[in-house]
């Protein structure tokens, strides 16, 4: 029931908010567009956005990604019976294939 109430009431407010904008009775709280005579507006009210002024180069956007490039994998290792490589601490899944893996 309460649930229902508040969902009624959000119901309500938003209703009031769209018979307002679609009668020119916007309340004054919500600002619809920047004001005309605001330093950054142009063409009548749209503000510029900040953009680069070149395209970043092949090398320097390389340079910068550095930290995203793959890894070394340190944690492999030879299983002891079929002698495949296998994550450390892990049960080699070509063992549990054939049937043939130890307990852990």
């Given at each position: 029931?309460?649930?229902?109430?508040?969902?009624?009431?959000?119901?309500?407010?938003m209703?009031?908010?769209?018979?307002?904008?679609?009668?020119?009775?916007?309340?004054?709280?919500?600002?619809?567009?920047?004001?005309?005579?605001?330093?950054?507006?142009?063409?009548?009210?749209?503000?510029?956005?900040?953009?680069?002024?070149?395209?970043?180069?092949?090398?320097?956007?390389?340079?910068?990604?550095?930290?995203?490039?793959?890894?070394?994998?340190?944690?492999?290792e030879?299983?002891?019976?079929?002698?495949?490589?296998?994550?450390?601490?892990?049960?080699?899944?070509?063992?549990?294939?054939?049937?043939?893996?130890?307990?852990?």
């Open positions: 029931l309460c649930v229902a109430r508040a969902s009624t009431d959000i119901m309500n407010n209703l009031q908010l769209f018979r307002g904008i679609l009668f020119n009775n916007v309340p004054k709280a919500l600002p619809i567009a920047p004001p005309s005579n605001h330093p950054l507006s142009f063409f009548g009210g749209m503000i510029l956005m900040a953009v680069p002024k070149k395209r970043t180069s092949y090398s320097r956007s390389r340079l910068r990604n550095t930290h995203k490039q793959l890894k070394n994998i340190h944690n492999m030879p299983c002891p019976k079929c002698r495949t490589m296998k994550l450390r601490h892990h049960i080699c899944m070509s063992c549990v294939k054939a049937g043939t893996f130890a307990q852990l």
